[in-house]
């Protein structure tokens, strides 16, 4: 008989660090007709205001094979994965027509930094099949 231990260590799952940048957007628009009929076109410009949040999470997990009776280590293995999220939001400043449609899609991005419990599953599910697959071939005689 065999004793599975199991144990999640140095797990760290850091603040967001934010990174700013700016981009300039312009479009052509057009802003009426002369006398002739033909369109007469004036370029809008904008400036992007853009966040950058990014962290890496990382955890290893301690995968310790024993034989109950004489206490002899079968196996000790380490895994180790990481979890990297990013995410962009924007403001703006100027004429709103000079913006993309990528560019209101970082405007309106409202999301949040995923909590702890969420990054601890994407680890868990990360490090699973890894730890699973040793324990398969420890017991594979």
């Known amino acids: 008989d065999w004793v599975v231990d199991l144990n999640l260590r140095n797990m760290d799952i850091p603040y967001p660090i934010t990174n700013s940048y700016t981009k300039n957007a312009s479009a052509r628009v057009q802003i009426g007709t002369d006398t002739a009929g033909r369109p007469v076109y ?3 410009y904008a400036t992007l205001n853009i966040s950058r949040l990014s962290f890496t999470a ?11 009776k ?10 180790r994965e990481d979890y990297r999220w990013q995410q962009e939001r924007a403001t703006y400043n100027g004429d709103s027509r000079a ?14 930094a ?10 868990y599910r990360k490090l699973y099949p890894s730890v699973l697959n040793n324990i398969r071939n420890a017991a594979d005689w």
């Open 114 to 123: 995923p909590r702890k419990e969420d990054v601890l599953n994407e680890l």
């Open 42 to 44: 004036n370029t809008v």
């Open 99 to 112: 913006l993309s449609a990528a560019d209101w899609q970082l405007i309106n991005n409202n999301d949040n």
């Open 70 to 79: 004489t206490k002899k280590n079968i196996r000790y293995r380490t895994f």
């Open 58 to 68: 990382s955890a290893d997990m301690e995968l310790n094979i024993k034989e109950v």
